[in-house]
């Protein structure tokens, strides 16, 4: 059977800080657990994250990386591929590639990975305090309204 690797068709959006579930899968389904998954950064060609034989191997993740990366095992005997993120960083974004190989063949899928920050995360200094000198400056017409009817 031709080995074959599915990914999601569409970009992932998450948001920094939170952790991601990078999907891939084979098709058809497959046991995944004797082959060689390699999670990889296409604009680096460098090792996200590698398995093979059962095992994970971190010698050539790169470092950014490291502490960060599990291959999701409870799927595997399905074909399931998925890479979790955690903590996810703005150097995070960009395109990854699920790579499988039996020794005998070989696909890969690209996931493409959109990191956003949260709300008010790019919000310059002096933006926020505009916003805290308007709340302050509504906060006191009111409480200059209140005070003068009250009269």
Known sequence: AQLRVVGPGHPLIATMGKDVVLPCHLSPQRDAHSLEVRWIRDDLSETVHHYRNGKDLYGEQMGAYAGR???????????????????????????????????????????????????????????????????????????????????
């Open 69 to 151: 990366t599990e291959l999701l095992r409870d799927g595997l005997s399905a074909g399931i591929l998925h890479l979790r993120i955690t903590g996810l960083r703005p150097s995070d974004d960009g395109q990854y590639v699920c790579t499988v190989g039996d020794g005998h063949a070989y696909d890969e899928a690209i996931v493409e990975l959109e990191v956003s920050a949260p709300f008010f995360h790019n919000a310059q200094p002096w933006m926020v305090a505009l916003a805290l000198v308007l709340v302050l400056l509504a906060v006191s017409i009111g409480l200059g309204v209140y005070l003068f009817r009250k009269q």
